[in-house]
């Protein structure tokens, strides 16, 4: 029961407590704009009228005491008044998102203008002005002279201040376009190898780094990372950006040693900012709101693929090394098929010509042998017989090995094969790594009618679903390693 009435309690205030300050803000607003300074000093003498006077008040004077007690409420910060309970409405956290690495060149502009603070810096960028950071290397300085220039007015910025990050805000909370891609939250743009590891560093170029909110991080994700953005898949949807969510949480500061949190691309989740961001999508983010999965209290390990072929893979299988219990692999069978049936990459062919495979081997093999498939039906391990010496290779390398002719890595480690003098043929099952949610099942199970977490928990069992507060981070900071 108390349980339930702090989840009610943390809900409900922070709405009230926003009903009073749109009230007062409405008063603010009728009071400056409709009445004027004339009557306001009315009020103000109504209100000692009202509240000082002897005898009983008048209607009149009581009206005067009411205008002046709004006007009161309208001068004094809402936040003073109503103070928000720490309980109400958690702080947001902010991810730092690593953009761009070793640029020659990057560009940032915002149609509300920006703010520019570096050092003890500060510089105001017009609206609609765009601005051009571009590091110039000297013998004598490992960070080199920072330079950078409006399209109007040409400033150059000292070395020893360019060794300072620099941080962008906009003016209005309108997008910062960072080489005309459009972000939200601000912008930080660093030389490479500040806080770097010295064998990751680079005195060459610059690192662009975006801070946002995580709400807003997964705004940008999850339609680049599940697709087939349809009403009737919005519980897988649901379902990733869970699942996003909690990758991020579980990773946070994952590439300190690079001064942000993660990668933009497919080494962390693949982040778009703006130009990604779909109704459908907002709408999942909105209503998983704060929740991640969890197992012995802590974020639980996450990984998604595309389609898993019919069942997912242990983690220990594919990667090697021990494998939590809610990763063990399980069946993608749904009624008398299979969810992830619909993907077109459910069964798939693959031919590779001799010729090719001499390229991307390096010479020409004499033969495949496999040794062991774990029990989805994936390869664990694939040698390579060549006349000189044979090569062995274990789990998902062997997707980065076997390049398709077409480009791209093998779809699956789980086919069949068939070599000859005219090459090698394969028939396979399923498109990438095949461990944790497999993303074609999750939209399967979601048209069958299965929840969010119905969904997750088929594919993470032992994990359960978790409303947290989020911690704080500031927006303005980078947040020191661990």
């Given at each position: 029961m108390e349980?339930?009435?702090?989840?009610?309690?943390?809900?409900l205030?922070?709405k009230?407590?926003?009903?009073?300050r749109?009230?007062?803000r409405l008063?603010?607003?009728?009071?400056?704009i409709?009445?004027?300074?004339?009557?306001?000093?009315?009020?103000?003498k109504?209100f000692l009228?009202g509240?000082?006077?002897l005898g009983t008040?008048s209607?009149?004077?009581?009206h005067g005491a009411?205008?002046s007690?709004?006007?009161?409420?309208?001068?004094?910060?809402?936040s003073i008044?109503?103070?928000s309970?720490?309980?109400?409405a958690?702080?947001?956290?902010?991810?730092r998102?690593g953009?761009?690495?070793?640029?020659?060149?990057v560009t940032l502009?915002s149609e509300g203008?920006m703010?520019l603070r570096g050092g003890?810096r500060e510089i105001?960028?017009?609206?609609?002005m765009?601005i051009?950071?571009?590091?110039?290397r000297?013998?004598?300085?490992a960070?080199?002279?920072g330079?950078?220039?409006?399209n109007?007015n040409?400033r150059?910025i000292?070395?020893?201040?360019f060794q300072?990050?620099?941080?962008?805000?906009?003016?209005?909370?309108?997008p910062l376009?960072?080489?005309?891609?459009?972000y939200r939250?601000?912008?930080?743009?660093r030389?490479d190898?500040?806080d770097?590891?010295?064998?990751t560093?680079?005195?060459t170029g610059?690192?662009?780094?975006?801070?946002?909110?995580i709400?807003?991080?997964l705004r940008?994700?999850v339609p680049n990372?599940i697709?087939?953005?349809?009403?009737?898949?919005l519980?897988?949807i649901e379902?990733?950006?869970i699942?996003?969510?909690?990758?991020a949480?579980?990773?946070?500061?994952?590439h300190?040693a690079?001064g942000?949190?993660?990668?933009?691309?497919?080494?962390d989740?693949v982040?778009h900012?703006?130009?990604?961001?779909?109704p459908?999508?907002?709408?999942?983010?909105v209503l998983t709101a704060d929740?991640i999965l969890v197992i012995d209290?802590?974020p639980?390990e996450?990984y998604?693929?595309?389609?898993?072929?019919?069942?997912?893979s242990?983690?220990?299988d594919?990667?090697g090394?021990t494998?939590?219990v809610?990763l063990?692999g399980?069946?993608?069978?749904l009624?008398d098929?299979f969810?992830?049936?619909a993907s077109?990459?459910?069964?798939?062919r693959?031919?590779?010509?001799?010729s090719?495979?001499?390229?991307?081997l390096?010479?020409l093999?004499r033969?495949?042998e496999?040794?062991?498939?774990?029990t989805?039906?994936?390869?664990?391990a694939?040698?390579?017989h060549?006349?000189d010496?044979d090569?062995l290779?274990i789990?998902?390398?062997?997707r980065?090995?076997?390049?398709?002719?077409?480009?791209g890595?093998?779809r699956?480690?789980a086919?069949?094969?068939?070599?000859?003098?005219?090459?090698?043929e394969?028939?396979?099952?399923?498109?990438?790594?095949g461990v944790g949610?497999?993303q074609?099942?999750?939209?399967?199970?979601a048209?069958?009618?299965?929840n969010?977490e119905e969904?997750l928990?088929h594919?993470?069992?032992?994990?359960?679903?978790?409303y947290?507060t989020?911690?704080s981070?500031?927006?303005e900071?980078?947040?020191?390693?661990?």
């Amino acid at each position: 029961m108390e349980v339930l009435f702090r989840r009610i309690s943390s809900r409900l205030v922070p709405k009230v407590i926003l009903t009073f300050r749109i009230l007062i803000r409405l008063a603010r607003e009728l009071l400056f704009i409709n009445l004027g300074k004339v009557k306001l000093f009315a009020f103000r003498k109504g209100f000692l009228q009202g509240f000082f006077r002897l005898g009983t008040p008048s209607i009149r004077s009581w009206h005067g005491a009411f205008s002046s007690l709004l006007f009161l409420l309208s001068i004094f910060p809402s936040s003073i008044l109503f103070p928000s309970p720490a309980c109400a409405a958690p702080d947001p956290l902010f991810l730092r998102l690593g953009l761009l690495r070793a640029q020659d060149r990057v560009t940032l502009s915002s149609e509300g203008g920006m703010i520019l603070r570096g050092g003890d810096r500060e510089i105001l960028v017009f609206p609609s002005m765009e601005i051009l950071f571009s590091p110039e290397r000297k013998e004598e300085s490992a960070v080199g002279v920072g330079r950078l220039f409006s399209n109007e007015n040409p400033r150059r910025i000292p070395a020893e201040r360019f060794q300072d990050s620099w941080l962008v805000h906009s003016l209005d909370e309108k997008p910062l376009l960072v080489n005309g891609i459009p972000y939200r939250g601000n912008v930080l743009v660093r030389p490479d190898g500040r806080d770097s590891e010295p064998e990751t560093a680079s005195d060459t170029g610059l690192t662009v780094v975006n801070i946002v909110e995580i709400e807003d991080y997964l705004r940008g994700v999850v339609p680049n990372e599940i697709g087939f953005l349809r009403p009737e898949h919005l519980a897988a949807i649901e379902a990733q950006a869970i699942a996003a969510r909690t990758y991020a949480i579980r990773n946070l500061g994952r590439h300190s040693a690079l001064g942000f949190d993660l990668f933009a691309d497919h080494r962390d989740q693949v982040y778009h900012g703006l130009r990604s961001e779909h109704p459908l999508s907002d709408s999942a983010v909105v209503l998983t709101a704060d929740s991640i999965l969890v197992i012995d209290s802590a974020p639980a390990e996450i990984y998604y693929h595309s389609t898993c072929g019919g069942r997912t893979s242990a983690k220990g299988d594919v990667w090697g090394g021990t494998t939590p219990v809610h990763l063990r692999g399980v069946s993608d069978v749904l009624g008398d098929t299979f969810a992830c049936v619909a993907s077109k990459y459910f069964r798939w062919r693959e031919r590779y010509p001799r010729s090719y495979l001499g390229k991307i081997l390096g010479r020409l093999p004499r033969g495949f042998e496999v040794f062991g498939w774990d029990t989805a039906g994936r390869i664990e391990a694939l040698v390579i017989h060549f006349a000189d010496a044979d090569s062995l290779i274990i789990g998902d390398t062997i997707r980065k090995v076997l390049r398709r002719p077409g480009g791209g890595w093998l779809r699956s480690t789980a086919f069949q094969f068939h070599y000859s003098p005219s090459g090698l043929e394969l028939e396979g099952k399923g498109w990438g790594h095949g461990v944790g949610l497999c993303q074609m099942g999750a939209i399967g199970r979601a048209r069958a009618g299965w929840n969010a977490e119905e969904i997750l928990l088929h594919y993470f069992p032992g994990t359960r679903l978790e409303y947290r507060t989020s911690r704080s981070r500031s927006s303005e900071r980078s947040r020191p390693a661990p």
